[in-house]
């Protein structure tokens, strides 16, 4: 089932020019520069090859999304603070029977930090992903990347890395001296591709009627703003008018799709004032997203793919509440949550979902799911490692 | 840098104003050097193509609806080479941008958010007092993320840092061992760091900072913390066996 393009904007889109693909407006393609530069032994292609799905991106061009074997590069903050996000992604490839790789062997992109201070340079910045993937590479598996700001920047760094013959020398130094080989993989594949790719496989192993769950999405502008080609825009999701990341798993797990105004812009997270200067990050996110989203859609969940966005659309609702109690909140997930909850996650010990902050009680119970018996099951499941009769919980625990 | 000894007056309605600083006037040729930096940045010519006047960056610019910033201004200016608005700015305006890069929506092809991406770098590696000044309390990340490898770490989360953000800060807070041990992922358990890292691959990120002149550009900025980073850095190498040139 699609999502129409008559449902971008209601009325208003009535005004506005469709826009068409055309080969003549489309940049290169980056995969020329990086088949010429491996022919010449300037580098390593990592290819995809094992099993795959081939995914509709920007300018009618396709991507392959690997469906197994791959090295998850895992993000920060969502490790950090919102750990139901990484537990999902895995938990979502655990249940579908997908083997996959969880390294100790990465660091983070640190591009957080540089758009935060830009206290790194180009070259450092380009080394630390090429560290990366030549780790992902060392072990034959593909990378696949949780953070939007990270899949955002590593596309950044291939254009350069591809783009500057000078830059390329630099990094490829550091490369030697850590013994390692200048790796860039074939595609850029963000987790939430993986998702889309795999959709329909979700909804085949769906628990939980979705039907009656509205939900808004917000895209995360380092996913399709950045280097926009690697992004998925599928006809078969509002005509290919706006990026299909995330939609299209909702509309698979039959939800709602509900649209607003001002879905194209940024949460508000910044990077730099999220940490230090958040009165800039509250009220965008909450005045110019979760308000706008309340009064033109009134969404059960809002749904996004990023780190950043997920923090920010989340936490920042808080305070707008204490302002005015008649300030309406809407619980915020990732996709990947949401996916897991249709397949029959534990909110909590799957989805973790007492690390967020506005209230998903409502949310669950509309799923279905009795979050008093669930949150009983958490901490039975806690109370037997405070009694020492385990050190960690593990994925079998979580199947209760 | 050499400054002259006439701060430039500070309007109620600027960035530097908000920050709480003043910043010193310089020659012009000085102006120029730092405009150059910018110039001499592979990706600059990538970034500017010349400019509409058409505003659709600032439609788009989320931090242009609640600080007086202007990502067109921003793009004019770099394109006229005008190196007083461009020292400005870099005063100024650079840290209010939000990064988000939703300005690339320029037909033109522009991309003012990598023009002050690359200003920034500018700003910081000439220990500009308005960087120093917008990194103010952000410097603990720094640490975070060039000792160990992630930017957030659980233990972050203390209701004193985010009083903003709920209850629910302080419960994770108050729970955080049991609750680490509680997800399923082995590389999880962690609470200074957002994952496990091996002890190899941390010796590997900071060779990285260390031969990409990343460290150095600490110094610039924080004379302590660049001092504390480098103790820790290479007590790491040097317990692995590894000698910095």
């Known amino acids: 089932m699609a999502i129409p393009v008559e449902k971008v ?37 990592q290819r995809v090859d094992t099993e795959y799905m081939e995914v509709p991106v920007k300018y009618g061009r396709t991507k392959k999304v690997p469906i197994g074997h791959t090295w998850h590069h895992k993000s920060c903050g969502q490790c950090g603070h919102i750990p139901g996000y990484s537990t999902s992604i895995f938990w979502v490839n655990r249940k579908l029977g997908i083997e996959y790789e969880d390294p100790r062997d990465q660091t983070s992109c640190t591009a957080w930090n540089y758009y935060a201070s830009a206290t790194s340079n180009a070259a450092a910045q380009a080394a630390v992903a090429m560290r990366n993937f030549a780790a992902a590479y060392e072990t034959g598996r593909f990378p696949i990347i949780h953070c939007g700001t990270s899949f955002g920047h590593y596309k ?27 790796v860039l993989p074939e595609e850029m594949v963000h987790y939430s591709e993986w998702f889309y790719a795999m959709r329909h496989e979700i909804a085949r ?10 939900v808004t999405v917000h895209p995360a502008c380092h996913y399709y703003k950045l280097v926009e080609g690697d992004a998925i825009y599928d006809p078969e999701v509002y005509g290919g008018q706006r990026t299909a990341i995330v939609s299209g798993v909702a509309e698979a797990l039959g939800a709602e799709v509900r649209d607003y105004s001002t879905w194209f812009d940024c949460c508000g997270f910044g990077f730099r004032h999220i940490l230090v200067q958040r009165d800039f990050t509250r009220s965008f996110a909450t005045q110019r997203k979760i308000k706008r989203m309340k009064e033109e859609a009134d969404p059960d969940v809002t749904l996004t793919h990023d780190t950043g966005c997920v923090t920010t659309l989340d936490k920042s609702q808080f305070a707008a509440r204490a302002q005015d109690p008649s300030f309406a909140t809407i619980p915020v997930l990732s996709e990947a949550q949401f996916a897991a909850l249709a397949m029959g996650a534990h909110p909590y010990l799957v989805c973790q979902l007492h690390w967020h902050a506005a209230d ?25 490692l405070e009694r020492g009769e385990q050190q960690y919980l593990t994925w079998e625990d979580t199947d209760v | ?75 004019q200016a770099a394109a006229r080479e005008d190196v007083e608005l461009i020292y400005q700015q870099m005063q100024e305006d650079i840290w209010d941008c939000s990064q988000c890069f939703s300005c690339l929506r320029c037909p033109r092809g522009n991309n003012p958010g990598g023009i002050i991406t690359v200003m920034r770098e500018v700003a910081v590696n000439n220990g500009l007092d308005s ?30 840092a985010f009083p903003d953000w709920g209850p629910s800060v302080a ?5 955080l061992d049991l609750w680490r041990r509680a997800l399923p992922p082995d590389t999880h358990h962690t609470t200074t760091t957002g994952w496990e890292i091996s002890t190899k691959t941390l010796v590997e990120l900071y060779l990285i900072w260390h031969k990409t002149g990343a460290l150095a550009m600490i110094e610039e900025l924080d004379p302590s913390l660049h001092s504390l980073l480098e103790e820790v850095m290479e007590d790491l190498l040097d317990e692995e066996g590894y000698e910095l040139d």
């Open chain 2, 131 to 160: 960087a120093r000044q917008a990194l103010r309390g952000y410097t603990r990340i720094i640490y975070k993320i060039m000792s160990t490898g992630t930017q957030v770490s659980p233990d972050m989360l203390q209701a004193d």
């Open chain 2, 1 to 75: 840098m050499s400054a002259t000894a006439h701060p430039t007056p500070v309007h109620s309605d600027s960035a530097a104003y908000k920050l709480g600083t003043t910043y010193p006037d310089v020659p012009y040729a000085e102006k120029e050097r730092l405009f150059g930096e910018m110039k001499a940045d592979e990706r600059f010519a990538d970034y500017l193509y010349g400019c509409y006047e058409c505003g659709i960056c600032v439609a788009a610019c989320p931090s242009a609806r609640y600080y007086d910033f202007s990502p067109r201004r921003i793009a």
């Open chain 1, 9 to 45: 904007a209601g009325p208003r889109r009535q005004n506005k020019a469709e826009f068409q693909w055309s080969a003549d407006q489309a940049p290169a393609d980056f995969h020329e520069r990086l088949f010429e530069l491996e022919e010449r032994g300037e580098l390593v292609v």
């Open chain 2, 171 to 175: 419960k994770v807070s108050e729970k």
């Open chain 1, 156 to 182: 950044e760094v291939r254009h350069e890395i591809l783009a500057h013959d000078h830059l390329r020398e630099e990094v490829r130094r550091v490369m030697d001296a850590l013994g390692k080989p200048l």
């Open chain 1, 360 to 384: 998903y009680k409502p949310l669950l119970e509309k799923m279905g799911i009795d979050h008093e018996k669930c949150w009983a099951e958490f901490e039975e499941a806690t109370a037997r």
């Open chain 1, 205 to 214: 192993h769906q628990v939980r009627d979705f039907s009656k769950i509205a």
